[in-house]
């Protein structure tokens, strides 16, 4: 067995009688390489483990439970973690619906989130992979005027977690990814683009795409200015559909909606998209890069079907949002390391593509707004009120084809609007670092503000 | 709390390895963090939550390379181990470098009147609880609140091969109210936080209902609002509504790194009209309590107050240490670390833009028509470009020189340079807002400033045409 389970359980056998117990343990090791100019940066490689424990007591009015967690899995940090949690039990309001999460017998996707080529490639190959990133961008066109950074990082985390209710979970992921930004024009023409590759281990990255994808996107902006602002159709690039697609995740949080946090709530069997819409999560696809076989409780992540055909179908859940909305948890208890309780959430989103491949929906499009980034998603789009309004750079869409570049402008419409307005779903389905998969979407009747 | 983090004596043996292959700097940087938080939502205080770490990171400099290692164990051997592996971006062997003697220690204690864990934990749920009882009775429409608190204590040491030896204890408390309305057009929110580099005495300053009732208010106030404007408008910034504007218009293109790289519009521009000659903009580490405040960096160098924009004129950018290094000059006390994993880099502290002497309700009543922003919340920019956006949290349209119906949120959008030329009033009032700033995966507590000012013409990102 596992060390870092057997950990996990040795903690859990510490519970006092009739005390629930929950240890979640990680343990993992990474590598950052950070190139400029055909120079190393930086260069950092570290080891860390900790572990989050959450302990529940019953009284007779309810539940009580308490969170603690330490950044080390040395005995006396572990003492003082369990220290805390069980004083912190004392003063949550007492709960019904609180609790650890409880075996469901839905069996962990058999899925290998682990590539050996992380151990198996030297340190300097991994410096090759960012300088040669680094290269290709600089010297791939020649309006590229600097690479602002060149970046190669990878990850490996154990995970294990055990309770007093007789969850068992262990699962190893690792993760590598390349990432650049590149700077193309003079003084009085600056533009910017990033371009990345993500995979389970080094052998997954192509440095050519990640190269092209920055070079691409910086230099077709060059000249780029303001647009007027105008009603219009626009077509989102796959990067920008999975961030649109992680904020409709949020409002599909069981959470949220059974907080009456959600402009989903009260609306289930109901049509909220287009008819082309189906939305699953689903962590068991193993080229999601966020893939997983257990929740953050410890429960099997499973396909969970959100939107079908347009027609709201389901939310996520945790334990404890699960018993307060009297459904069963569905394996999505999201947790943001050690130092996080578990919250319900998406995990690994999945629109199903269309038929359409981009040029094809460009062409169907017509006249409309190409919207290669967003900003400002997080100060401009309301999982509560569905309100949406971002910063866009991008190109003109004319006669069906990408036209001139724009930016300092923004799109806006609400969420709500935007899911019926879905006129072009893409078969170009891209798995991307985030919650979401991406591939170009158009959505219509939207409000560019520009000059 | 009076205890070493590391004694010197395994600080010299750490660096002196550090060094031993070739580098010509090496620094230790050591954290003791803790932390509470505590949430109330759906009327239940729903968890509390206790967190502890410990650790180092070094740091050694090979040329222009950086070798970095961390580790959470602080034995004597962990910290060696961790210094040859930071170590190994240098291969030459045979260290060269003089070990500068460590300085005195500059040491900083806690400036906090009332620790945190000097006060029962019952009191600070009260203080949950009171902010829920008066957001859901500020009106019938509220619908959901969320509370929570937060305390933390951290403290560094910093020690390097160039004699800086230096300690810091930095001692932050928040508290933050999550409001939701619910109206026959949906559901809004609204926000409301405080927070401060002290202990538990923030709360004597503070009324927690009257914090609640405002982003009930908030919440309340969006549910009969009209869509955004959609195109450029007058707009008047309220004071204390978010330095964030500051902060994304120019302070992170005012970072040194961006500036060494050239990757800011800003880079070249020393000595230049960068912005109206109203603007005055100081970014000012020493602060007492601010939220972005410290003694010193998590470089070892005390805060200081620098001058960034002086009448329209830009006249300094900020540093750190090794980008302070590249160019022959002295870090300006901006080198910051989200925690020990972490490299520092140029980070902001807090930033402000210094009074004007206009009325802040003339300025409203000099606006024929534009946009009153009373709460900005985020923002966003591309340093290269300057093109930046922040949203706003609570809006009113400006008609006839008054303020009149209240706005949904949106993002606005604009220049850092062009939009810094088109402030053309600042008021005398001033108020300070504090934040959490987001850089390269590092997230660092910063406070923004600004008194109510005017920009003549930004673009309004809404839905109405």
Redesign the interface.
């Known amino acids: 067995m596992s060390d870092l389970l057997e950990l996990a359980e040795k903690v859990v056998a510490r519970a006092l009688p009739g005390e629930g117990l929950e240890a979640y343990a990680a343990s993992g090791v990474e590598t950052e390489i950070r190139v400029y100019e055909g120079d190393v940066e930086s260069l950092s490689s570290a080891s860390s483990a900790g572990i989050g424990v959450r302990i529940v007591t019953e009284g007779s009015e309810g539940f009580q439970v308490g969170f603690a967690w330490a950044g080390s899995l040395e005995p006396a940090a572990i003492d003082r973690a369990l220290f805390e949690a069980r004083a912190n039990a004392a003063f949550s309001t007492p709960d019904p619906s609180v609790g650890l999460a409880e075996p469901d017998g839905v069996t962990p996707a058999t899925i290998s989130l682990r590539a050996d080529s992380i151990e198996s490639t030297s340190t300097d190959a991994k410096i090759a992979l960012a300088k040669e990133l680094d290269l290709r961008t600089r010297t791939g066109d020649p309006r590229i005027r600097q690479v602002d950074s060149a970046d190669y990082a990878d990850h490996v985390v154990e995970t294990a977690i055990a309770s007093t209710t007789g969850v068992r979970g262990l699962s190893e992921r690792s993760s590598a990814y390349v990432s650049v930004s590149a700077i193309a024009g003079g003084a009085d023409d600056t533009q910017t683009g990033s371009g990345y590759c993500v995979g389970r281990g080094p052998d997954d990255l192509s440095i050519e795409e990640a190269a092209q994808q920055a070079i691409e996107r910086s230099v077709r902006m060059l000249g780029a200015v303001k647009a007027p602002s105008a009603r219009l159709t626009a077509v989102f690039d796959p990067r920008v559909t999975s961030t649109l697609l992680s904020v409709i995740g949020q409002a599909l949080s069981g959470e949220a909606v059974v907080k009456g946090r959600s402009f989903f709530e009260g609306r289930l069997g109901e049509m909220v998209a287009h008819p082309s819409v189906t939305l699953v999560d689903d962590p068991t696809v193993p080229e999601a890069f966020t893939a997983a076989t257990f929740d953050g409780e410890g429960l099997a992540c499973r396909r969970n079907v959100l939107i079908e055909g347009g027609s709201l179908r389901g939310f996520v859940y945790d334990t404890a949002a699960a018993r307060r909305a009297g459904v069963q948890p569905t394996g999505s208890a999201m947790r943001g390391g050690y130092a996080g309780r578990p919250v319900a959430g998406c995990r690994a989103l999945l629109l199903t593509p269309g038929s359409l491949s981009p040029d094809e929906i460009l062409a169907s499009v017509g006249e409309g707004l190409y919207v290669q980034s967003v900003t400002g998603v997080h100060s401009g789009v309301s999982p509560v009120s569905g309100d949406f309004s971002v910063g866009v750079d991008g190109l003109m869409i004319r006669d069906g084809q990408l036209a001139e570049p724009v930016r300092e402008v923004t799109v806006a419409s609400t969420l709500q609007a935007m899911l019926l307005a879905v006129a072009a779903i893409g078969s170009d389905l891209t798995y991307l670092p985030g919650v979401a998969a991406g591939m170009t979407v158009a959505i219509s009747e939207m409000q560019l503000s520009g000059s | 709390m009076t205890e070493e983090l590391l004694a010197p004596d395994v600080i010299d043996r750490v660096l002196a390895e550090a060094v031993s292959r070739g580098g010509q700097m090496a620094e230790i940087f050591c954290e003791d963090r803790t932390s509470r938080s505590?949430l109330l939502?759906?009327?239940?205080?729903?968890?509390?939550?206790?967190?502890?770490?410990?650790?180092a990171g070094i740091r050694v400099i090979v040329?222009?390379?950086?070798?970095?290692?961390?580790?959470?164990d602080l034995s004597e051997a962990g910290l060696l181990e961790?210094a040859r592996?930071a170590a190994?971006?240098a291969s030459d062997g045979g260290g060269t470098t003089t070990i500068v003697g460590l300085e005195p220690k500059r040491s900083y204690g806690a400036r906090a009147s009332v620790l945190h864990d000097e006060v029962p934990?019952?009191d600070k749920?009260a203080l949950l609880r009171q902010a829920d009882e008066a957001a859901r009775s500020a009106s019938g429409s509220i619908?959901?609140v969320q509370v929570s608190y937060g305390e933390g204590r951290r403290r560094i040491l910093v020690a390097s091969t160039e004699g800086t030896y230096a300690s810091d204890d930095q001692v932050r408390s928040r508290f933050n109210v999550v409001a939701?309305a619910?109206g026959d057009a949906?559901?809004?929110?609204g926000h409301e936080s405080h927070a401060r580099t002290e202990g538990f005495e923030m709360f004597d300053a503070i009324d927690v209902e009257e914090l609640a009732k405002t982003a009930a208010g908030r919440a309340v106030a969006?549910l009969l609002a009209r869509p955004?404007p959609?195109?450029?408008v007058p707009v008047v910034l309220a004071g204390g509504s978010g330095g964030v504007l500051f902060h994304e218009a120019c302070g992170h293109g005012l970072e040194a790194d961006h500036i060494v790289?050239?990757?800011s519009?800003y880079a070249g521009q020393l000595g230049e009209l960068v912005a109206s000659p109203l603007v005055t903009l100081v970014d000012d580490g020493t602060v007492a309590g601010e939220w972005g405040a410290y003694a010193v960096d998590d470089e070892g160098r005390p805060a200081q107050r620098n001058v960034l924009i002086e009448n329209g004129v830009l006249t300094e950018y900020m540093w750190d240490w090794l980008r302070a290094r590249k160019e022959g000059r002295s870090s300006s006390g901006n080198g910051r670390r989200e925690t020990y994993?972490h490299?520092p880099m140029v980070r902001m502290t807090n930033t402000f833009l210094l009074a004007g002497d206009a009325d802040p309700d003339e300025i409203v009543a000099q606006t024929p028509h534009g946009v009153y922003v009373a709460k900005l919340?985020?923002?966003?920019?591309?340093t290269?470009?300057g093109?930046?956006?922040?949203?706003t949290n609570e809006a009113y349209l400006i008609e006839a020189g008054k303020i009149t119906e209240p706005l949904?949120?949106?993002?606005?959008?604009?220049?850092g340079p062009e939009v810094l030329r088109r402030i053309d009033a600042i008021a005398d009032d001033f108020a300070m807002m504090p934040g959490t700033c987001g850089k390269d995966g590092q997230s660092v507590p910063v406070g923004c400033g600004q008194p109510t000012l005017r920009i003549s013409g930004v673009?309004?990102?809404?839905?109405a045409?």
């Open positions: 505590a939502d759906d009327g239940r205080v729903e968890e509390l939550s206790s967190g502890q770490e410990r650790g040329g222009e390379t950086t070798g970095f290692a961390h580790t959470a961790a592996v190994s971006v934990t019952a749920l619908s959901q939701v619910l949906g559901l809004q929110t969006k955004a959609s195109g450029e790289k050239d990757s519009v994993q490299l919340g985020g923002g966003q920019v591309n290269a470009t093109d930046f956006v922040f949203g949904r949120d949106a993002n606005l959008i604009g220049n673009t309004f990102g809404g839905t045409a």
